[in-house]
Each structure stands twice: as structure tokens, then as C-alpha cells.
């Protein structure tokens, strides 16, 4: 199973679905975190301090691999050609079996306007005579699912993290200039405690969703198909 990750700044991914990421590189997939910003424009913390963080994150969720599109923070346009392009680009070279990405259900422009270009290009990725800027094949052979960064999505699908959920917090925490309050740091809505404990406390809601302790919860794109009900088995005789 190979899946690509989407995140629009550094840390997105680690909100919204770290501890499927981690769970799924225990399970033995392959996964690729793509981030589509450098978040040069954040109140906070340099690019380059990013970019160290987010490999230490991506390190503690087990992922070797972490690309960054360097597209330009707040300038992320979904109908820019360029843009299109490069996203495409990606997805043709890394041909993923799943695609994560964030809802465009979010109070930040870049995560309405990149939620929009990832899935413009998902569908620009499967036409053969697209033209990417590296030559890749087509891919489109690809089934989608959407995490919520800031604010939750109405579930389609809830995955168990309960195992995985501290790896999640460790490679939050890691992003230390985004969410550590420090005497150099300016205040933002996300290095205050309250933006933590929403998180937390929205796994714990997923999680009680479906019986757990911990759970992130996703939205579907399109109808996924099921060849059994397997899935649908609770354990008794």
C-alpha cells in the first residue's frame, strides 16, 4: 500500500492525521508526507527551523520521506497552472493508492485554496495528455481521504490511533516554534494551550465514535468500493 500525505504548511499532517500516518508505517506501508508551503509567512519560526522540525517530526511517525512543493505561503491559488502542475507532478511520481488531504473546511485561505488545487490535481494526474514538467505517466488510480486541521470534518471513516496516538503528540510537540509559547515567540492562536487541547480532545471524540480511545476521523471524496462486508464483522459467532 503506498499512500502520499498532504499537508499545506509543516505541521498539518501531525494535526490532523498523524497517528494514521504512524499507524500506517507500522503496518508496513509506504508513506510520503508532502507539504505543499515552506510557512515562511507564519508569525513564528524561520523556514529553515521548519524544515528541521518537520523531519523530526516525520522521524518520530517513522516516515524516511518528507518533500516539500515550495509553493509560496499565502500564495497557494488552486487555479494556478504552475501550482496545478507541480502537485501533479508529485502524485504521478509517488502513485499512491491513497491520497491524505486536508478539508477546505478550514479559516486559513491557503488550506480552502490548497485543499481545492490537491484535488484539481488528483484528477489533472489520471489524464494522459497532461502535461507535467518532469514527463511523468498518468496516474489516477487513487482513492482519497480528507482529515480536518482546524476544524473537524464530519467522519465518514474513524481510524483507531489509540496506539499510535502519543507518536502523533511527540511529532506536534516537535514543531516547537509553531506550538510552544516561549519568551521569543509571539503569541498565535495555535501556541496557546486551548488549541492543543481541541485537538486532543477531538481524537478522544473520534475515538469514542467507534469504541476507542483515540480516533482521527476522515471524509470521503468519492463512494469506496466494497467487494466484501468484512469490514462490517463484530466478533460474534
Known amino acids: 500500500m503506498r499512500i502520499t ?50 523531519g523530526v517530526a ?18 497557494v491559488r488552486s487555479e494556478s497552472e504552475s501550482q496545478q502542475r507541480i502537485v501533479a507532478g508529485i502524485i504521478r511520481s509517488e502513485r499512491p493508492d491513497i491520497v491524505f488531504l486536508p478539508t477546505a473546511d478550514d479559516p486559513h485561505p491557503d488550506h480552502i485554496s490548497g485543499s481545492a488545487l490537491i484535488t484539481r490535481a488528483m484528477a489533472l494526474a489520471g489524464i494522459r495528455g497532461y502535461a507535467t ?29 489509540s496506539e499510535t496516538f502519543a507518536d502523533k503528540c511527540r511529532a506536534i510537540e516537535a514543531h516547537t516554534s509553531q506550538f510552544v509559547r516561549g519568551p521569543e515567540s509571539a503569541p498565535t492562536a495555535i501556541n496557546s494551550k486551548p488549541f492543543l487541547d481541541m485537538i486532543i480532545a477531538r481524537d478522544r471524540l473520534n475515538g469514542q465514535r467507534i469504541g476507542v480511545e483515540y480516533g482521527e476521523g476522515f471524509s470521503t471524496l468519492n463512494p469506496i468500493a466494497l467487494r466484501t462486508l468484512d469490514v462490517f464483522k463484530t466478533g460474534r459467532q
Open 5 to 54: 500525505a498532504f499537508g499545506i504548511h509543516p505541521d498539518d499532517i501531525e494535526l490532523g492525521c498523524g497517528g494514521t500516518v504512524a499507524l500506517c508505517r507500522r503496518l508496513g506501508y509506504t508513506v510520503v508526507l508532502v507539504d505543499l508551503t515552506r510557512g515562511e509567512a507564519a508569525t513564528n519560526g524561520t523556514p529553515e527551523l521548519r524544515a528541521t522540525e518537520a
Open 133 to 161: 514538467d518532469g514527463g511523468e505517466e498518468a496516474w489516477g488510480d487513487m482513492k482519497t481521504l480528507v482529515y480536518g486541521v482546524r476544524r473537524e470534518t464530519r467522519p465518514d471513516v474513524v481510524v483507531d490511533i
Open 58 to 75: 516525520a522521524a518520530i511517525l517513522g516516515c524516511e520521506r518528507r518533500l516539500n512543493a515550495a509553493l509560496p505561503d499565502t500564495g
